[in-house]
């Protein structure tokens, strides 16, 4: 992503489905999608978002324990990471998505890490406070999983 084999304005669209937060260097992968769009082409986007600060804090915590290093967005920090590399731009359409009751244990178990790490992971949704619980809508199962809701944003930028 920071360096793609395409001549420059050679694309009509690219898609990143759950990519920015991988990179490191989202800039630097914006201006490279920037260079290879055509003009009016599009980049379309979905993302993972905290809608505010203080569940953005909480997943912080959380990914600097599953990927140190991870860029976390709220809706209007994505947008503006993007659109910051880019200058102008023709459109930008934003639209969002409640992912309902999603399986952390589910996801942990797909991810990898050492039943250590999990373990720190899981500790911090049990104790989390009272209004990330709210917010999130933090479920704990009688089989011991943790279900929670996670905001999705959808964007389309156009290039001018």
């Given at each position: 992503a920071h360096s793609m084999p395409f001549q420059s304005e050679s694309a009509d669209v690219v898609t990143a489905r759950m990519v920015f937060h991988h990179l490191n260097d989202?800039?630097?992968?914006?201006?490279?999608?920037?260079?290879?769009?055509?003009?009016?082409?599009?980049?379309?986007?979905?993302e993972?978002?905290?809608?505010?600060?203080?569940?953005?804090?909480?997943?912080?915590?959380?990914?600097?324990?599953?990927?140190?290093?991870?860029?976390?967005?709220?809706?209007?920090?994505?947008?503006?990471?993007?659109?910051?590399?880019?200058?102008d731009c023709r459109e930008l359409s934003l639209t969002f998505s409640v992912l309902k009751q999603y399986s952390v244990l589910d996801w942990l178990n797909k991810s990898g890490l050492s039943t250590n790490l999990c373990r720190k992971i899981i500790e911090l949704y049990l104790n989390a406070?009272?209004?990330?619980?709210?917010k999130m809508q933090i479920v704990y199962t009688k089989d011991g999983d943790i279900l929670v809701d996670r905001l999705f944003a959808y964007m389309t930028v156009e290039k001018q």
């Open positions: 989202v800039g630097l992968a914006t201006q490279e999608i920037y260079r290879i769009l055509c003009p009016r082409g599009r980049l379309i986007v979905c993972y978002v905290a809608p505010d600060q203080e569940i953005l804090k909480f997943e912080r915590e959380i990914f600097n324990i599953k990927e140190k290093n991870r860029q976390l967005w709220t809706a209007r920090s994505l947008v503006e990471s993007i659109i910051l590399h880019w200058g406070p009272q209004p990330i619980i709210k």
